[in-house]
Nanobody
Framework: QVQLVESGGGLAQAGGSLRLSCAAS????????MGWFRQAPGKEREFVAA????????NYADSVKGRFAISRDAAKNTMYLQMNSLKPEDTAVYYC?????????????????WGQGTQVTVSS
């Protein structure tokens, strides 16, 4: 069982930066692949980025590639999403998720545990 809590959301101007954190509780954080997803009003939840249990494999959605960076710190049981060059279309509720380690994945159905989400709003 893994409990996930996101933080770091807020309001940013276009071109600015934010860093999201996802704190995980439980003894086996390092055995889970992790991911970030987002959901804008009226839209389906979409994949943003994923990282393998070891941190050695990282995948990104095309819309954020080159602007966002996913990372994890096993000692702190925490995953991060560094978001740079933010755009108004990045506005959404951002969720972190965890799945049994079989390789990072982009499908929401592949994840077993979810956080409650943190709002990110980017003004133009």
């Amino acid at each position: 069982q893994v409990q996930l809590v996101e933080s770091g959301g807020g309001l940013a101007q276009a071109g600015g930066s934010l860093r999201l954190s996802c704190a995980a509780s439980g003894r086996t954080f390092s055995s889970y692949d992790m991911g970030w997803f987002r959901q804008a009003p009226g839209k389906e939840r979409e994949f943003v980025a994923a990282i393998s249990w070891s941190g050695g494999v990282r995948n990104y959605a095309d819309s954020v590639k080159g602007r966002f960076a996913i990372s994890r710190d096993a000692a702190k049981n925490t995953m991060y999403l560094q978001m740079n060059s933010l755009k108004p279309e990045d506005t959404a509720v951002y969720y972190c998720a965890a799945k049994t380690a079989r390789g990072p994945a982009a499908g929401t159905w592949e994840y077993d545990y979810w956080g409650q989400g943190t709002q990110v709003t980017v003004s133009s």
